[in-house]
């Protein structure tokens, strides 16, 4: 292993969270705390084309793939007005000294070759300029036509996860709800796009309200409520065939709130009955619902443990709204919120060690994290109205709505780092609300 | 006692207009109770808001909803007052059922506000149970924070969408 030191990337943490591994794995090394002062500045040359068919591609690739960087808030792009060289041989020996005289930190070189049958293939390599070193093996990925910036996504990843470490996230996409018309006849539908806005696909028509989609662990299915029935129920969806049907249910009750076990095979969800919500658990495939809370308070908004063995909900048993955690059999629950307000929407971070919660104090509302014991609670957002969190596959960065108040209330997705930077609106048109994070794809 | 009731409702329909609002089913109900409908021969119709029968009736006159307040289920005495009516015109016209509709305000997340819109609904349910009405003539259904009426973000408009709304439908019993 090459041993490279990059003194110019002085990081420090200034809060007393550390959300990140200890150990860095790569070796141009970014490692992410709290207080980034500068982002890392990096090239991205169009990829080379290596046959016709594949210019088209050339230019995009690249920029999708500068996008997944400079989106993450650590890296800065380099613009191509400043190249000295230019790359037009995926094999040609990088010329060092001109991406040097740049400042070039990171050096991304990318080819791809459009084959027959609706193929496209694209190579990359990641140099680190200053130790005049390739950062790991070259990689490829072959596609269809029409999954290229999925490719690019899967570049960007690679690129990203060497440098800083972290898991990677560009490639994966979000289930959310698709808002039209005025706030007091809304049309909602589920859509899903690529993680960064792109690629919006309709999942349901506007005839029925829809609410809070949530995936399966593999992507596959989206669990979510719907009123097409006239009272709130719970569906699964298959995302490739849009087919549906409704959960088994009780006769007068309404459900909501579902989410998957980490193994896909159980919904956690809310039953109200008789005014009273509690909290059940059910085989995705039927069988009988098992009640896990029985308290005469208001149990929701259930999440699991990457392990599958606790979930963490809110509840007002104490008066008002609170997060608790209690074993996936249900049985008694520990209270982890103390601070001032109310905290609802809790999810479980993919690395098991953050909940990300929905905070509401003196008429405001916050994207916050805190750890499971309850200590190191952090606030990330503030406004008129911040709500649902949902967390990249890397459990870095949190997805939630915003909504602005008034008449003219307008619904939109943000995304923020979980060390409260880098807060971003996410590109999506019209309006958008309750987003769930796919894992990343396979 | 409900005879008198809809005595002085009637007396005070006939000074509404035939506004419309859109949680209501609007006059599509059997308008023709006994006793009120048009005479033989005559082409005027009856307007639905005046008969004491009619759904136009219960929503525009009885009234159809009791607000709550903030983050609460505990019906109002003026809530009490407005169920008492809904029970009793409810008890007079046993060939409607209801569902109640639960609305929350927009301050506060969407699942809560779900199960906090249940609490409401279940609130009117079990004062209407009180009052003798068949349960199998009503339903609950929650809303959240899914359908307000009013769309200013202010107290003023808070206040009337914390509601829980009492529609009336066709036929007894689910």
Not at chain 1, 35 to 44: D, L, N, Q, R, T
Not at chain 1, 248 to 275: E, H, I, K, N
Not at chain 1, 292 to 313: C, H, K, M, W, Y
């Amino acid at each position: 292993m090459i041993i490279l030191r990059l003194l110019n990337f002085v990081l420090i943490a200034v809060l007393a969270i550390s959300v990140l591994p200890n150990r860095a794995m790569a070796e141009l090394n970014l490692e992410i705390k709290d207080g980034v002062i500068e982002p890392m500045p990096f090239a991205v040359p169009d990829f080379v084309a290596e046959n016709a068919a594949a210019s088209e591609f050339a230019t995009k690739l690249a920029r999708v793939v500068a996008a997944d960087l400079t989106g993450t808030g650590l890296f800065r792009e380099i613009p191509k007005s400043a190249f000295i060289s230019t790359v037009t041989n995926f094999n040609s020996p990088v010329q060092y000294a001109d991406w040097k005289a740049i400042n070039a930190q990171a050096l991304i070189v990318g080819a791809v070759n459009a084959g027959s049958g609706g193929r496209v293939t694209v190579k990359f390599r990641l140099f680190d300029v200053f130790s005049g070193q390739q950062l790991g093996d070259g990689l490829q990925f072959g596609g269809t036509v029409n999954s290229w910036r999925r490719m690019a996504h899967k570049v960007a990843d690679a690129a990203y996860s060497r440098i800083t470490g972290e898991g990677k996230y560009f490639d994966s996409r979000v289930v959310f709800v698709s808002e039209t018309g005025p706030k007091n006849a809304r049309q909602k539908r589920l859509a899903i796009m690529d993680y960064d806005g792109a690629n919006v696909k309709f999942l349901t028509d506007s005839r029925s309200i829809v609410l809070a989609p949530r995936f399966s662990p593999t992507g596959d299915r989206v669990l979510y409520t719907s009123y097409e029935t006239g009272f709130p129920k719970i569906y699964v969806l298959d995302v490739a065939t849009v087919g549906r049907r409704a959960l088994a249910d009780q006769p007068g009750t309404m459900t909501f709130a579902p989410r998957f076990s980490p193994d896909g095979q159980t919904v956690v969800y809310s039953l109200s009955a008789g005014g009273n919500t509690d909290i059940y658990r059910m085989q995705i495939n039927g069988g009988t619902p098992v009640r896990l809370t029985s308290a005469p308070s208001i149990e929701t908004a259930p999440s699991f443990s990457p392990d599958g063995r606790q979930i963490v909900f809110e509840s007002d048993r104490s008066g008002s709204q609170q997060l608790y955690v209690m074993s996936a059999n249900g049985g008694e629950a520990r209270r982890i919120s103390f601070g001032a307000g109310r905290y609802g929407t809790p999810v479980w971070s993919p690395r098991g060690d953050l909940v990300a919660f929905t905070k509401q104090n003196k008429g405001r509302f916050h994207i916050g994290v805190m750890r499971l014991d309850g200590e190191g609670e952090r606030l990330l957002t503030a406004s008129f109205l911040d709500e649902g969190p949902t967390w990249s596959p890397n459990g870095r960065v949190i997805m939630f709505m915003r909504e602005t108040s008034g008449a003219g209330g307008a619904v939109s997705l943000y995304s923020v780092d979980i060390t409260g930077r880098n807060l971003q609106r996410v590109k999506v048109e019209g309006g958008a609300s309750d987003p769930a994070w796919s894992p990343l794809l396979k | 006692m409900t005879y008198l009731i809809k005595a002085i409702f009637i007396v005070g329909a006939l000074g509404l207009g035939a506004c419309t609002n859109p949680d209501h089913l609007s006059g599509n109900g059997n308008a023709n109770g006994a006793g009120n409908g048009a005479g033989a021969g005559s082409n005027i119709p009856l307007d639905p808001a005046s008969d004491p029968t009619s759904p136009v009736y219960f929503s525009q006159t009885i009234g159809d909803r009791v607000l709550f307040a903030v983050d609460t289920s505990t019906l109002t005495p003026e809530g009490r007052s407005t169920l008492t009516a809904q029970a009793g015109w409810l008890q007079a016209n046993p060939e409607y059922a209801a569902i109640i509709e639960g609305h929350a305000d927009e301050q506060g997340t969407r699942a809560y506000n779900l199960a906090l819109g249940a609490r409401r609904a279940n609130a009117v349910q079990e004062f209407l149970l009180s009052q003798g009405i068949a349960a199998n003539r009503l339903r609950t259904l929650t809303y959240g924070k899914e359908r307000p009426i009013e769309v200013c973000s202010a107290e003023s408009c808070y206040a009337k969408n914390r509601r829980a709304v009492t529609v009336i439908s066709a036929g007894a019993g689910a």
